[in-house]
């Protein structure tokens, strides 16, 4: 009866991934982003990503993030 209940959360999980520099899940779910090997990220952030320069220190912090997810 516990399986039951675990189910529909898990699928969930997967269809609507969350954003592992911001947290949040994107409304398009999975086509929302880009999935890397150890997480994903929203397009939202990747748009932030690519018009950062790498002379700000958002920069390099987000970096260190998306090394540690596709490590
Ligand atoms: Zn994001």
Redesign the pocket.
Known sequence: MEENSAGPIKSRAKLFPR?S??G?IPERGIRG?IRLKKGF??H??EKDIVSLTADTCLYEERKEKIKALIK
């Open positions: 954003c520099i911001c949040l982003g990220i929203c939202a952030c």
